[in-house]
T-cell receptor
Framework: AQSVTQPDIHITVSEGASLELRCNYS??????LFWYVQSPGQGLQLLLK??????LVQGIKGFEAEFKRSQSSFNLRKPSVHWSDAAEYFC?????????????FGAGTRLAVHP | NAGVTQTPKFQVLKTGQSMTLQCAQD?????MYWYRQDPGMGLRLIYY???????DKGEVPNGYNVSRLNKREFSLRLESAAPSQTSVYFC??????????????FGDGTRLSIL
């Protein structure tokens, strides 16, 4: 069965430090991969997506993610974190199943940023 | 740009009461979805509507019903609310292109508490 694992429930970094959020997936075919961000009290906003081609994808707000097929991973990175990046981040696998576009989400990683 | 609009944003119910959560999108998307979000569990699909006139069960449909009123609107109904349905509910929409590579666009959520 398809699944998404985000090993880190909570991460705390200092403002200006680099960030890497981990995501591992289980899926038999080439996956469509997404990262979403959820600020407190808000809905989910798409950060970036990977469909095919270049394995390093750029997103909004200075985020990037790298697809590594051999490791079944799609880790999210940012070189220098800003206080406004404090939020919850969700990795998701997209697939077409049962007649609709389905998203399978990880449990999320909550990011705290220290000044 | 409104995107996906959910009403109400907050609601408190007593056990046994009924309620309908409303969702509307203005992006001309064919597919719409209802999720619930609980701590540590990511988002779980309750019901979806692949296109106008069709609805189907997702991962956690028990205790809920849906209506796809037209292409724009997709409502979620709790007929007899239970404390286990205390959650944050998100509506989403997407293009119906097959392949799983279409991101979903989310509303800001309805925070529902059942006493």
């Amino acid at each position: 069965a398809q699944s998404v694992t985000q090993p880190d429930i909570h991460i705390t970094v200092s403002e200006g430090a680099s960030l890497e959020l981990r995501c591992n997936y289980s899926y038999g075919a080439t996956p469509y991969l997404f990262w979403y961000v959820q600020s407190p009290g808000q809905g989910l906003q798409l950060l970036l997506k990977y469909f095919s081609g270049d394995t390093l994808v750029q997103g909004i707000k200075g985020f990037e993610a790298e697809f590594k097929r051999s490791q079944s991973s799609f880790n999210l990175r940012k070189p220098s974190v800003h206080w406004s990046d404090a939020a919850e981040y969700f990795c998701a696998v997209g697939l077409f199943s049962g007649g609709y576009n389905k998203l399978i989400f990880g449990a999320g990683t909550r990011l705290a940023v220290h000044p | 740009n409104a995107g996906v609009t959910q009403t109400p944003k907050f609601q408190v119910l007593k056990t046994g009461q009924s309620m309908t959560l409303q969702c509307a999108q203005d992006m001309n998307h064919n597919s719409m979805y209802w999720y619930r979000q609980d701590p540590g569990m990511g988002l779980r699909l309750i019901y979806y509507s692949a296109s106008e006139g069709t609805t189907d069960k997702g991962e956690v449909p028990n205790g809920y019903n849906v209506s796809r009123l037209n292409k724009r609107e997709f409502s979620l109904r709790l007929e007899s609310a239970a404390p286990s349905q205390t959650s944050v509910y998100f509506c989403a929409s997407s293009d119906p292109v097959q392949g799983g590579n279409q991101p979903q666009h989310f509303g800001d959520g309805t925070r529902l508490s059942i006493l």
